[in-house]
């Protein structure tokens, strides 16, 4: 597997990000990315940032052409395969203009949406700057979310054998990351802010957040959406994390798979604690203590995608990608209305019992599996009238 990924690597050309024309009878699409780093400035054209760290941040300007529909697949990214790129079936950069962190709120009036609502999406373990960017713009694409797009990409080596480099790496950012999450929350042109964060990318984003509730007392109040990813983050650790944040936190949203091969691994070298997303949510003690933070966890080990890690599953997903658009990055709940799915699931459930194995059917063929709140506090009511009625069934079926 540590070959496929190497060599699958290396076959990308270097320097896709090097500008070019695409005409605009190719029918693309067009992101608009602005992108802060704390990495170093690379000498090597098409790179712009390496994996090694600097004193200050950057802030740069991408707009990168996604192919038409026809060519493009949801939860993919269409890596080049040499240079130039081919916009009509290729991700391929139009665009790199640098700028300062005081000129952001001129390129947010061209790019807020009337939502005014910010999407700050932090990377994670393993990503180049050209990864991160080209990533983002997938899922900004694909999720059709009405967003003005953020990249925060941290120096990561991408390689997968810096895991203590790329750990530290987030610590180093933590502070030009709460600046930049500071900006964003006090530009009056800002509505709200979501954070999406991915892999170890949640390490850096949750205490980027503790800093801020410690500093000015509380989490800004326009960062009122967290999602996270798959987080590499020792449940222990965010535990304390998430109660020094204080009761006027945002609301968390969480993407766990226990089949996270990735999680697997990061558990194993960071003295067998459980990773947060790797847990079940529906077991104790995490149950209880999810519900009691009011903390939406959406269970994805039964959907498969192409990552033979299944540690991206929430961008390559496009039941995901298209949820992340309609509801979550919007700060919507993932249900219709105050219902929580498992009522809908239920009413699914009781409708097929008129045979008995009507109840295992549906909880197989259901692929993404949520537990919020509302859902927690309905689902056991649920499962009882399932259970009546199913044996209400068996009565009937004897009786015959």
Known sequence: MTLAMLSACAGRPEGVLVPQQVASAEKTSMVDVLVATTRRPSETPGVLFSGERDKGAHVTEIKVSIPPESKHKVGQVEWPSKLPADPAKEFTTVSVTPMTPQSAPAWLRGNLPKSRRVLVFVHGFNNRYEDAVYRFAQIVHDSKADVAPVLFTWPSRGSIFAYNYDKESTNY?????????????????VGEVTIMAHSMGSWLTVEALRQMAI????????????????????????????????????????????????????????????????????VEPYRTAFEKAGITVLDLTALKTGDSLNHGKFAESPQVVQLLGNRLIAGQTVTDSSVGLGDRLGAV???????????????????????????????????????????????TAAGQ
């Open 173 to 189: 950012s933590r502070d030009a990351l709460e600046d930049m999450l500071r900006r964003l929350a006090r530009d009056p042109q």
């Open 215 to 282: 500093r000015d007392g509380r989490v800004a109040p326009k960062i009122q959406n967290v999602i996270l990813a798959s987080p590499d983050l020792d449940v222990d650790v965010f535990t304390n994390q998430f109660s020094a944040l204080g009761p006027k936190h945002p609301k968390f949203t969480l993407f766990v798979s226990r089949d996270d091969r990735a999680l697997g691994l990061s558990r194993r070298i960071s003295g067998d604690i459980d990773r947060l997303g790797q847990v079940d949510p529906t």
């Open 349 to 395: 459930a009781l409708g097929a019992a008129q045979t008995v194995g009507g109840a295992a059917s549906v909880a197989v063929s259901t692929p993404i599996s949520i537990f919020d709140p509302e859902t927690r506090r309905n689902y056991n009511d649920q499962l009882n009238r399932l259970g009546n009625a199913a044996g209400n069934t068996v009565t």
